[in-house]
T-cell receptor, first 115, second 108 residues
Framework: NAGVMQNPRHLVRRRGQEARLRCSPM?????VYWYRQLPEEGLKFMVY????????ESGMPKERFSAEFPKEGPSILRIQQVVRGDSAAYFC?????????????FGEGSRLTVL | SQQGEEDPQALSIQEGENATMNCSYK?????LQWYRQNSGRGLVHLIL?????REKHSGRLRVTLDTSKKSSSLLITASRAADTASYFC????????FGEGTQLTVNP
């Protein structure tokens, strides 16, 4: 049973370009969470999704950021017109059910560098 | 803010010593978890304690939870150099929120 898979592991973009980060949850998991981590800091909640639904996007900037978790395929975190402040590690986590054990299974992260 | 606080921010000890990290939160919770993150890697789940539990053990780890004080502590006994990592608490209120983390360095 493969773990949570994130790709790309490293992504370099110039200011104004778009970044797409993908997350494939563990098999059987229908809940996905995205977190952002700046260097030397903790993880900040961005968005919580279930299949085809955004449950909580209160941590995600209103502009330029969007997330989806389609019925088929990975969850996508999309950042349009990237700026230098978007440089960070973006972690995805999945769980089978938020209420079951509460344990989150994390991917290795996608590190975005904006030049 | 729902963000939790952890202290100390950084802790440096010698191998064999015990390490204690604390986490405080502001909201009511269903459970509280501790995670470990090695530099540049993803997070690994260590232990979960439910809101109706006061103490839990797993190997060299001991977690306590005081819901009246809205705080938890993680104790690592007989520390090893391989325990060097950042440790985060995660509490489940209206959303799953991380504390700011404690950077633990265990010197050989």
């Amino acid at each position: 049973n493969a773990g949570v898979m994130q790709n790309p592991r490293h992504l370099v973009r110039r200011r104004g370009q778009e970044a797409r980060l993908r997350c494939s949850p563990m098999k059987g998991h229908s809940h996905v969470y995205w977190y952002r981590q700046l260097p030397e800091e903790g993880l900040k909640f961005m968005v919580y999704l279930q299949k085809e639904n955004i449950i909580d996007e209160s941590g995600m900037p209103k502009e330029r950021f969007s997330a989806e978790f389609p019925k088929e395929g990975p969850s996508i975190l999309r950042i349009q017109q990237v700026v230098r402040g978007d440089s960070a590690a973006y972690f995805c986590a999945s769980s089978p059910n938020q209420e079951a054990t509460g344990e989150l299974f994390f991917g290795e992260g996608s590190r975005l560098t904006v030049l | 803010s729902q963000q939790g606080e952890e202290d100390p921010q950084a802790l440096s000890i010698q191998e064999g010593e015990n390490a204690t990290m604390n986490c405080s939160y502001k909201t009511s919770i269903n459970n509280l978890q501790w995670y470990r993150q090695n530099s540049g890697r993803g997070l690994v789940h260590l232990i979960l304690i439910r809101s109706n539990e006061r103490e839990k053990h797993s190997g060299r780890l001991r977690v306590t939870l005081d819901t009246s004080k809205k705080s938890s502590s993680l104790l690592i006994t007989a520390s090893r150099a391989a325990d060097t990592a950042s440790y985060f608490c995660l509490f489940s209120g209206s959303r799953l929120t991380f504390g700011e983390g404690t950077q633990l360095t265990v010197n050989p």
